[in-house]
């Protein structure tokens, strides 16, 4: 069962290139890496996803390494609306979705 | 809107009530999936159907959790004899069952158990 860490809170301005690190240590050859972003009293909303190297979208980047022990989630100018939790998963989508837990993720907030 | 909606978006009940709540996926995905979420912290998985077959089931869907999918297309998610601690934001998601499957989740129910 692969586990994420990542940090509980970050803060930034607006303007701002935010990276949220997600550490993965024990990643499986099959897992890949998702990124959700979720406002209160909503339902998560799917960011980015990538299985190695660098995946880009015109919302975030996603980098991650060879060994992929970790991705980093990167938002580039960052404003207000923002202001959210973000979860990293990991895991096989393929099979046992059961496994596919949030954590807490983190809490993003942008102020002016 | 072609995205997962839910009904109803809020349900108060009071406790040994029972209650359904329902789950139109996009429409082209066979796979549905049903989370739990507590204040503060990240969705749970329950439970969940390719096309209309269930799956998996988590531990955490207990013998008063029901949840079907009779052909394939919307889903049901029953709790019989309501509990204050199954007060939480119910939600569901669908993905196409491709590789790299993504899911995409609905608005999701909120219940609140009196």
């Known amino acids: 069962l692969a586990k994420t860490t990542q940090p509980i809170s970050m803060d930034s301005y607006e303007g701002q290139e935010v990276n949220i690190t997600c550490s993965h240590n024990?990643?499986?050859?099959?897992?890949?890496i998702t990124w959700y972003q979720q406002f209160p009293s909503q339902g998560p909303r799917f960011i980015i996803q990538?299985?190695?190297t660098k995946v880009t979208n015109e919302v975030a980047s996603l980098f991650i390494p060879a060994d992929r022990k970790s991705s980093t989630l990167s938002l580039p100018r960052v404003s207000l609306s923002d202001t959210a939790v973000y979860y990293c998963?990991?895991?096989?989508?393929?099979?046992?979705?059961?496994?596919?837990?949030f954590g807490k993720g983190t809490m993003l907030l942008v102020s002016p | 809107d072609t995205g997962v909606s839910q009904d109803p978006r809020h349900k108060i009940t009071k406790r040994g009530q029972n209650v359904t709540f329902r789950c139109d996926p996009i429409s082209e995905h066979n796979r549905l999936y049903w989370y739990r979420q507590t204040l503060g912290q990240g969705p749970e998985f329950l439970t969940y159907f390719q096309n209309e077959a269930q799956l998996e089931k988590s531990r955490l869907l207990s013998d008063r959790f029901s949840a079907e999918r009779p052909k394939g297309s919307f889903s049901t998610l029953e709790i019989q004899r309501t509990e204050q601690g199954d007060s939480a934001m119910y939600l569901c998601?669908?993905?196409?069952?491709?590789?790299?499957?993504?899911?995409?989740f609905g608005p999701g129910t909120r219940l609140t158990v009196l």
């Open positions: 998963l990991v895991g096989d989508l393929n099979s046992g979705y059961s496994t596919l837990t």
């Open positions: 024990n990643i499986a050859t099959n897992d890949y």
């Open positions: 998601a669908s993905s196409p069952g491709t590789s790299g499957d993504t899911q995409y």
């Open positions: 990538g299985y190695k």
